[in-house]
């Protein structure tokens, strides 16, 4: 039980997906707009991650190791993906349309996400269990949603502010997420 617990602090805050491993950007960049729109991504991205991670450990532990097919994890990995971006896509357009809409592009998104594979690459890696790669990917799931939702907020503040024309934009969102980065240091002394 300690294990996991320290897996999913790790995950979540320490080794952050997004602010600490710089992977999943493209999203976290570009839906972080607004809470609400970040909020449903992130509600997404923990379904994909957890599920993904769940699959794709069995997947490696019931039919690649034991037919010595290892090497296919990544063509696999990212096949699992792929069908669960679509399940979610699907159900998204049929129960929340405005969602879906808001979304955009940024969902097929996340069968590219960097942040989706780089979770069922590292569970096997690590040699994690089934258990373990769950929590693992939950909890890197939550930290990513933990930071793109910090990051929608700050940008719906400074929207408002007044700030130099040049910093307008991506600029000020890239320091943004700077600083967060180094905020999200102080985690490291946890574990």
């Known amino acids: 039980m300690k294990e996991l617990l320290i897996i999913s602090i790790g995950a979540?805050?320490?080794n952050n997906v997004v602010l600490s491993q710089f992977l999943g950007l493209c999203p976290f960049l570009g839906v972080s707009k607004k809470i609400k729109?970040?909020?449903g991504m992130g509600a997404a991205v923990i379904f994909v991650i957890t599920v993904a991670?769940?699959?794709s450990s069995l997947i490696y532990?019931?039919?690649?190791v034991p037919t010595d097919m290892d090497y296919l994890s990544t063509i696999v990995f990212i096949l699992v993906i792929a069908a669960l971006v679509q399940f979610v896509e699907m159900v998204l357009k049929k129960i929340s349309p405005a969602l879906y809409e808001a979304l955009g592009v940024y969902l097929p998104l996340i069968t590219t996400n960097c942040a989706v594979l780089g979770v069922a690459l590292i569970n096997v890696q690590n040699s994690y269990g089934i258990l373990e790669s769950v929590i693992n990917g939950l909890a890197t799931a939550v930290g990513f949603t933990i930071a793109i939702v910090i990051?929608?907020?700050i940008r719906e503040?400074?929207?408002?502010?007044?700030?130099?024309?040049?910093?307008?934009?991506m600029p000020i969102v890239l320091i943004t997420a700077g600083l967060m980065s180094i905020?999200?240091?102080?985690?490291?002394?946890l574990l």
């Open 12 to 14: 979540a805050f320490v």
């Open 37 to 39: 729109t970040a909020g």
């Open 53 to 55: 991670s769940l699959l």
């Open 61 to 64: 532990k019931f039919i690649l």
């Open 151 to 153: 990051m929608a907020g």
């Open 157 to 169: 503040k400074i929207e408002y502010n007044d700030y130099p024309e040049p910093l307008k934009g």
């Open 183 to 189: 905020a999200f240091f102080g985690f490291s002394g």
